[in-house]
């Protein structure tokens, strides 16, 4: 089959790999849609270590059931599915408290780090395990279902958030991950959701779903990191009221500095947000409702083989790009 593999660091080659071999409990997947993560762009280059060559990248995915393990029972030939990036046990202490994203052998497809190598959706073939699949609503294209993973994501920054509704909210960042919580948060009854980002295109892009953009001096009951770097972290931190949550989904920095001081008088409350744990239904229902738009987060829809270019323009950062879906 033919296959997007990062070859070595900086290299892309679009090429003839091995077929992947189905477990007794996987689904073989032709690949319709896969979309281009940041953490993929962010990996190629070995800063990440998360992306160790050779590897197949890709974790946004949709496709057609094109094989069935000999233990797989509830699916069929020919079904439209997406599937969850990540693979768990189902077994430890975290899985059976249903927080799978926390799951002690957890695998991430498209990732190759120490611990484990785990091709991914740039192909036109994946296996995976039929227990992270789920069925595409009629209405919801393939294009549309590679979105539904950074939706998941948003999602889950979302719900630890406690909304009753009327809270005021700051998201920093307005990437695919803050442009989905945004719609996500304003959906749940926040109200006024404020936007914060450098780029100019990305902000007109969340005005236009609603979002306000913030002012110098604010302050909000609750706040969206998705950046993660040492001065956006200190940006949002100062702009909770007392009482205030923070759901952290950006990680580009390791680490950063927490005003203890202030954390602590104006008793704020941060919330780590590691991937999703059971969105994914909810996520196609908002598609599939309309309640969440992709179009305006859908820049590109190019074949597999133009995938190295695409990363490029991705990486180089020159054009008002947000989510590009490659077909193989």
């Given at each position: 089959?033919k296959a997007l593999l990062l070859e070595e660091y900086g290299r892309l080659e679009y090429k003839d790999v091995p077929e992947p071999i189905p477990m007794p409990?996987?689904?073989?997947?032709?690949?319709?849609?896969?979309?281009?993560?940041?953490?993929?762009?962010?990996?190629?280059?070995?800063?990440?270590?998360?992306?160790?060559?050779?590897?197949?990248?890709?974790?946004?995915?949709?496709?057609?059931?094109?094989?069935?393990?000999?233990?797989?029972?509830?699916?069929?030939?020919?079904?439209?599915?997406?599937?969850?990036?990540?693979?768990?046990?189902?077994?430890?202490?975290?899985?059976?408290?249903?927080?799978?994203?926390?799951?002690?052998?957890?695998?991430?497809?498209?990732?190759?780090?120490?611990?484990?190598?785990?091709?991914?959706?740039?192909?036109?073939?994946?296996?995976?395990?039929?227990?992270?699949?789920?069925?595409?609503?009629?209405?919801?294209?393939?294009?549309?279902?590679?979105?539904?993973?950074?939706?998941?994501?948003?999602?889950?920054?979302?719900?630890?958030?406690?909304?009753?509704?009327?809270?005021?909210?700051?998201?920093?960042?307005?990437?695919?991950?803050?442009?989905?919580?945004?719609?996500?948060?304003?959906?749940?009854?926040?109200?006024?959701?404020?936007?914060?980002?450098?780029?100019?295109?990305?902000?007109?892009?969340?005005?236009?779903?609603?979002?306000?953009?913030?002012?110098?001096?604010?302050?909000v009951d609750l706040a969206l990191e998705a950046v993660g770097l040492p001065e956006t972290f200190a940006e949002v931190l100062g702009s909770l009221k007392k009482?205030?949550?923070?759901?952290?989904?950006?990680?580009?920095?390791?680490?950063?500095?927490?005003?203890?001081?202030?954390?602590?008088?104006?008793?704020?409350?941060?919330?780590?947000?590691?991937?999703?744990?059971?969105?994914?239904?909810?996520?196609?229902?908002?598609?599939?409702?309309?309640?969440?738009?992709?179009?305006?987060?859908?820049?590109?829809?190019?074949?597999?083989?133009?995938?190295a270019l695409w990363f490029e323009r991705l990486r180089k950062k020159k054009e008002p790009l947000l989510k590009v879906v490659l077909i193989p």
């Amino acid at each position: 089959m033919k296959a997007l593999l990062l070859e070595e660091y900086g290299r892309l080659e679009y090429k003839d790999v091995p077929e992947p071999i189905p477990m007794p409990r996987d689904v073989l997947i032709d690949v319709k849609a896969c979309g281009i993560c940041g953490s993929d762009v962010h990996g190629m280059d070995g800063s990440t270590g998360r992306r160790v060559p050779p590897i197949i990248m890709g974790h946004e995915a949709a496709g057609v059931i094109a094989q069935i393990g000999d233990e797989v029972k509830g699916w069929q030939l020919g079904d439209r599915v997406t599937f969850d990036s990540t693979i768990f046990c189902n077994q430890c202490s975290s899985c059976r408290k249903g927080r799978v994203n926390l799951c002690s052998e957890r695998r991430v497809l498209g990732v190759s780090c120490q611990e484990y190598r785990q091709h991914g959706a740039l192909a036109e073939q994946v296996a995976v395990p039929s227990q992270i699949l789920h069925r595409l609503p009629d209405n919801v294209t393939f294009e549309q279902a590679a979105l539904v993973e950074p939706l998941s994501v948003s999602c889950h920054a979302a719900g630890i958030l406690p909304i009753q509704g009327g809270e005021s909210c700051l998201i920093v960042g307005a990437g695919v991950i803050g442009l989905f919580a945004l719609q996500v948060l304003k959906n749940r009854g926040c109200d006024p959701v404020y936007i914060v980002d450098i780029n100019p295109k990305r902000v007109q892009v969340a005005m236009r779903l609603g979002a306000l953009v913030a002012p110098k001096s604010i302050e909000v009951d609750l706040a969206l990191e998705a950046v993660g770097l040492p001065e956006t972290f200190a940006e949002v931190l100062g702009s909770l009221k007392k009482g205030g949550h923070l759901a952290m989904v950006g990680n580009l920095a390791s680490s950063v500095k927490l005003p203890l001081q202030l954390a602590v008088t104006r008793e704020l409350t941060l919330h780590g947000s590691c991937a999703s744990a059971g969105e994914y239904p909810h996520c196609l229902d908002l598609i599939a409702t309309g309640a969440v738009q992709t179009d305006p987060i859908l820049s590109a829809v190019a074949p597999l083989a133009e995938g190295a270019l695409w990363f490029e323009r991705l990486r180089k950062k020159k054009e008002p790009l947000l989510k590009v879906v490659l077909i193989p």
